[in-house]
Every structure is written in C-alpha cells, then in structure tokens.
C-alpha cells in the first residue's frame, strides 16, 4: 500500500511540475512536450495492461467500436465534401438516429447517419416524384443527362451514381452526353473546407487530413470515385 501511495504522489507533484512549466513555455515548445507526454502515457498504458493481462480485453472492444468508428468518418468525409460544394446541407440528430438532407434543384437527397444509406427523390424533370433507389441504371444517366443545366445537381447525382453504379462512367450512354457539371473548378476556400483545414494550415497537416479522408473515401474500401476525386483536387491545390 504505501509503495503505491508513493507512486501516486510522486505523479501528482510531477504533474504539478508538469503544468507549471507548461504555462510558460513557448507554443511551440509547449506543443512538442504535450505530445511527447501523451505517447508516454500511452506507451505506459499500454505495459500496463500487457502486465495485467486486460489487453485481450481492449482489442475486444476496439473491434466491436471500429466499425461505428468507420462509418463516422465516411459520413464526415460525405458531409463535408458536399458542404464544401456550397451545397446547403441540413442535419440533426433525433432521439432513434439522425440524418443529413442536400436539396438542390433537381433532387432531395438524405444520408442516414446510423446506415449510410444516401438516397433521395427526384424534384424536377421527366422522372420528377421517383426515388433513386427505384430507378434502373438507364433511367438513373437519362436524369444525369436532365441536370447539365445544373451543376449543382450533377455533382450530387454523380457521387449517387458512384455509389449505385461504380463503373456507369463507362456506359455508351454516359460517356455519349456527359453534363458540364463544373469539377474542374475550386476555390481554395472550398478546398480548405473539404479537408477541414484552416487558412493557416502548413503542408503536413494538409497531407495529413487527405489521408485522413482518403481512408474513409477510399473507392477500393467502397467509397465515391467522385469524393474521392474532389479530396484529391483540394490537396493538390493547397499544396501547389
């Protein structure tokens, strides 16, 4: 008992010391110490429950949490590209769930937050009052096609499109009429904005945050080409 209560004295002053240097030091000093004090504590954490046998324990719950933890990201990722857009984007979370709404000239569209399911209803055009999800592949480019007089509604249903259909880019009908849907064009405003950065973010915290996206984005690990391709063009343009 008292080797321990030694112990826990002798981190209590060492935090104490800790802080008080820690008020005073330069930012970026200060920063570098914090970090180096976390990887610390982790890695002590970590021979902790290796001594006391609990580390099977922790993977068991990483594993159970991971896949939650996973589909935050991507739907972050998803939100925030589409926000990025200047698209207005309308979210709350209830007391069963939650979800984020897009609405532009051509459709409605919802993400559920607890499923991922993106789906929406058509607003305008020959296929007005329909649901994406109940149209087939060549309904769905036939009002692909409708939206090339909004750019707006064609960057959403691409990245619908992306998600439904991976390979309909390749389709005779796409590639015969494909809208202008404006991609080349981004401000650095908007670039920041996807990746979540400020204007004063440096090259390795961009890097960072497309990494960051580009792991929940990723069309390998059933993410959109279209995000993907946005996440990429914001990257390239902060980093010149």
Do not use: C, Y
């Amino acid at each position: 008992m008292f080797p321990q209560l030694l112990f826990v004295l002798g981190a209590l002053v060492a935090a104490w010391l800790f802080l008080d240097w820690f008020k005073r030091a330069k930012p970026q000093v200060a920063a570098r110490a914090a970090k180096m004090a976390a990887f610390g504590l982790l890695a002590l954490f970590g021979v902790w429950l290796v001594l006391t046998g609990k580390l099977a324990g922790l993977f068991a719950v990483a594993a159970g949490i991971m896949p939650w933890v996973a589909r935050a990201v991507r739907l972050h990722g998803w939100w925030k590209v589409l926000r990025g857009l200047g698209i207005r984007v309308r979210g709350g979370r209830a007391a069963a769930g939650g979800a984020s709404q897009v609405e532009t000239r051509f459709l409605r569209m919802e993400l559920d937050h607890d499923t991922g399911r993106f789906d929406g209803q058509v607003l305008a055009g020959s296929l007005s009052g329909r649901m994406l999800s109940s149209l087939d592949a060549d309904e769905a480019l036939a009002l692909w096609r409708e939206t090339a007089v909004d750019a707006e509604s064609a960057r959403v249903l691409e990245a619908w499109l992306d998600r439904a259909w991976p390979d309909w880019r390749g389709r005779p009908s796409a590639s015969a009429a494909a809208p202008p849907s404006g991609r080349a064009g981004m401000s650095v405003e908007e670039a920041r904005e996807i990746l979540g950065v400020g204007a004063d973010a440096g090259a390795e915290e961009i890097r960072a945050a497309h990494r960051r996206l580009m792991l929940a984005n990723h069309p390998d690990h059933g993410g959109s080409t279209w995000i993907a391709a946005r996440i990429n063009q914001a990257r390239d343009l902060l980093l010149g």
